[in-house]
């Protein structure tokens, strides 16, 4: 197996500690998707909500990045790291993280 290029699509699956469809829960969306988005290296921000009964995950966010560069530029941005600590640690009740490259076989 073999990575057909370096762009990596990043989704996080989670549940607030707020109840589904609350005014809280449509604040941190909505904040999670401005704050982050307004990241230069962040491509194709996307807020998911989970349909499938084949899970019980409520919410996601997805985006993509043009290299490892870019997606380590943006766990280290300051907008990043203090919406993770001011919101994300006090708001997220679990989460399951994944990164993925294009995969290609050779």
């Known amino acids: 197996m073999a990575a057909a290029q370096s762009r990596i699509i990043h989704s996080v699956i989670f549940n607030l500690k707020h109840a589904l469809g609350s005014e809280e829960a449509r604040r941190f969306l909505e904040d999670g998707q401005r704050i982050l988005s307004a990241i230069p290296v962040v491509e194709e921000f996307v807020v998911n909500l989970q349909v499938s009964p084949k899970n019980d995950y409520q919410y996601g966010f997805s985006m993509a990045f043009a290299s490892q560069a870019e997606y380590d530029a943006y766990n280290e941005h300051p ?3 203090s919406f993770v ?6 708001e ?3 989460f399951l993280e994944i990164d993925y490259v294009q ?4």
Request: proline fraction near 0%.
């Open 79 to 81: 907008l990043h790291e």
């Open 85 to 90: 600590r001011e919101r994300w640690e006090t």
């Open 92 to 94: 997220v009740e679990r």
């Open 103 to 106: 995969w290609k076989q050779a």
